[in-house]
């Protein structure tokens, strides 16, 4: 069956950066777009982030020039680069892998990023 596993999430001071990575087993993964999104306590969850299958990159307009998203398909990872980190930015981070053509669409856990000093 299909797994997202995030991983990299933690707590870091204003102005840190963090990593997160996104291994995915079940998929053929170099077919699938991977996307980053988030929610925080109390708010819809968010795209903050996607890389198509063929590398085209998209950034909501909040992080952009901050998070960098990549994928490496040989590992099967995605990969989510975050600096310059806000208190804003506290939120869980999900992994998720999408086919929209064929209905494929797949979810991690989540992973706790909190951003304080």
């Known amino acids: 069956q299909v797994q997202l596993v995030e991983s990299g999430g933690g707590l870091v001071q204003p102005g840190g950066s963090l990593r997160l990575s996104c291994l995915a087993s079940?998929?053929?993964?170099?077919?699938?777009?991977m996307n980053w999104y988030r929610q925080a306590p109390g708010r819809e969850r968010e795209l903050v982030a996607g890389?198509?299958?063929?590398?085209?990159?998209n950034y909501a307009v909040n992080v952009r020039g901050r998070f960098t998203v990549s994928r490496d398909n040989a590992k099967n990872i995605a990969y989510l680069q975050m600096s310059t980190l806000t208190p804003e930015d506290t939120a869980v981070y999900y992994c998720?892998?999408?086919?929209?053509?064929?209905?494929?669409?797949?979810w991690g856990q989540g992973t706790q990023v909190t951003v304080s000093s």
């Open positions: 890389i198509s299958d063929g590398g085209s990159e």
């Open positions: 079940g998929l053929t993964f170099s077919r699938y777009d």
């Open positions: 998720n892998a999408q086919r929209t053509r064929y209905g494929f669409d797949y």
